[in-house]
């Protein structure tokens, strides 16, 4: 698999940061959630997956640069009262 930078919102590099790979998928780096309640909230966590915290922000503008039509994601992850929500 290969990977290319798609964008960060920390300096120097550091993460959080987001990755396209070869094989349509994109790939966070970032520092791992150890919360013991907010890993509590996960879903169905298999072996070798782990949870990684990235900023809205990040998200929305990588969104509107790779994403066709990408002016509309601003919206793309819209909130209610400050919690996420799937439906705008």
Do not use: H, K
Given at each position: ?88
């Amino acid at each position: 698999m290969r990977m290319r930078f798609l964008g960060s919102t920390s300096e120097a590099g550091a993460c959080p940061t987001l990755y396209e790979t070869d094989r349509g998928t994109i790939v966070v780096q970032g520092l791992e959630v150890t919360d013991a309640e907010a890993l509590a909230d996960l879903r169905d966590v298999l072996p070798g997956e782990t949870a990684v915290e990235v900023p809205r922000e990040l998200i929305t503008e990588i969104a509107r640069r790779v994403l066709p039509g990408g002016g509309g994601a601003a919206n793309a992850f819209p909130t209610s009262g400050g919690t996420p929500s799937a439906t705008a």
